[in-house]
Nanobody, 121 residues
């Protein structure tokens, strides 16, 4: 199984980015998928997850600004980010698990290597 993130970049405050996570080696449409991030010097935190029925969950810090989606035909997970803030600066990771995980926990499945997002003023 391989998860590969892309789309990270350096942007100005208020800018937008779309992250992509491409998966291989798993039955993509049977997995719950999520985005996590780890700011410099801080612990990893959940950003958003999406279930196999496309039901999303967002952290309060990104609600209304970020949109998670998936394309099962392309084995791809997306994170559309808008109105980016300096506090969104982090390494962003995608993750996949064959079951929904409770908030404030982490999936025990598969993880990508991350893509860096830097937001500057």
């Amino acid at each position: 199984v391989q998860l590969v993130e892309s789309g990270g970049d350096s942007v100005q405050v208020g800018g937008s980015l779309r992250l992509t996570c491409t998966a291989s080696g798993l039955m993509f449409n049977r997995y719950v998928l999520g985005w996590f991030r780890q700011p410099p010097g801080k612990v990893r935190e959940e950003v958003a997850i999406i279930g196999i029925s496309d039901i999303p969950r967002y952290s309060d810090s990104v609600k209304g600004r970020f949109d998670i989606s998936r394309n099962n035909r392309k084995n791809a997970l997306y994170l559309q980010m808008k109105d980016l803030r300096p506090e969104d600066t982090a390494m962003y990771f995608c993750a996949a698990d064959d079951k929904w995980w409770p908030a404030s926990t982490a999936p025990s499945g598969y993880w990508g290597q991350g893509t860096q997002v830097t937001v500057s003023s």
